[in-house]
């Protein structure tokens, strides 16, 4: 019989990923016992205190057991932590030890949201894939360089260890985790039952791009301000270079250390953001957009615009204004 442990961290206030995981688990057994399977799964709630209050003491989260007496699981499940995730990740050493062990022994461990803070504290998140919610991804990238951010993804899977991006995005990572402890077809009935969309890869239609500016190369800033002041510029490396008076290959490459993106990516990314935000909110058409955030191909425009949010112009447009003709 394979052991679900659901860990529950001290000091945090995410509730909704505990109790929709539990739940989801639960209901799979349930399923999975109907349709005549036998070998069931063990699903607990496990932490280092008897009980951790959530939303200002509104929810009180009494978990089955201490990490202490549980001396090997199947797969460890950390919920999403606070807004604070670094402060959380500091009271819990005693359960980033429990979990370090347990991934030795053999056990698979799957993050929700920030909880691939606590994760990555215990440096088993090194020079693997991971991502996270989009809003903690600069925070998270400055705490953990070694680490192989990829905030665009939904989820990733690499050597036992399992990541997702932002809040309730944790959902799809529960059904593609049912999955592979149990099969498809069970899969496909909770994502049924809790009407959750299955083999969703990607968060970055969410993402909301607002640039990384939480570092100290004033360079960099100053080169992000003219990127961010004149959108409908056709910016090139060596033009911003030039402007200020920085070799190419030493700006390219204080420009990725600062940012996490190129010049060019990072562009692409402001001018995108600016044409979402008006597809959102005016009746502007596909091309007047395109030509106010400097692109005057339209075949390009719409290659990045889905490279970034993995959707047309036309389908976010409809998508997020409703009030608006679509054209």
């Known amino acids: 019989m394979k052991h679900i442990t659901i860990v529950v961290p001290d000091g945090q206030n995410n509730l909704s990923s505990i109790v929709g995981a539990y739940e989801l688990f639960t209901e799979a057994n349930a399923y999975w016992k109907a349709i005549g399977r036998t070998d069931l799964f063990t699903v607990v709630l496990a932490g280092i205190s008897p009980s951790i209050d959530f939303d200002d003491h509104l929810f009180t989260v009494k978990p089955h057991t201490h990490i202490g007496a549980l001396a090997q699981t199947s797969l460890i499940v950390i919920p999403s932590l606070t807004h604070n995730a670094q402060q959380a990740v500091a009271g819990n050493e005693p359960l980033i030890d ?111 791009f607002t640039g990384q500016k939480q ?50 990516e990072y562009a692409q990314r402001v001018k995108i953001e600016s044409a979402k935000k008006a597809l959102e909110s005016t009746r502007k058409t596909i091309n007047e957009v395109m030509y106010e955030v400097g692109y005057s191909d339209v075949k390009a425009f719409r290659e990045v615009f889905r490279k970034i949010t993995g959707m047309s112009p036309i389908d976010y447009k409809t998508k997020y204004n409703k009030e608006a003709v679509v054209s």
Do not use: M
Not at 154 to 172: H, P
Not at 179 to 194: G, M, N, P, S
Not at 219 to 240: F, G, R
């Open 215 to 264: 570092h100290g190369d004033e360079v960099v800033k100053k080169a992000q301000d003219y990127i961010e002041s004149n959108l409908q510029e056709k910016i090139s490396i060596a033009h911003l270079s030039s402007l200020f008076a920085v070799g190419r290959r030493n700006f390219d490459r204080r420009f990725i250390k600062a940012t996490g993106n190129t010049p060019i």
């Open 98 to 208: 429990w979990i370090v062990k347990q991934y030795k022994n053999g056990a698979e461990i799957a993050t929700i949201c920030t909880g691939a803070f606590l994760l990555a504290s215990a440096g088993l998140l090194d020079d693997k894939t991971c991502s996270t919610h989009w809003a903690a991804a600069d925070t998270f990238r400055q705490a953990f360089p070694k680490v192989k951010l990829q905030p665009d993804k939904l989820i990733t899977d690499e050597k036992g260890i399992y990541t997702n991006g932002g809040a309730y995005s944790f959902l799809n990572l529960l059904i593609y985790l049912i999955e592979k402890y149990y099969d498809r077809q069970t899969a496909i009935y909770c994502a049924k039952l809790f009407q959750i969309e299955i083999d969703r890869q990607s968060q970055s239609a969410f993402t909301i």
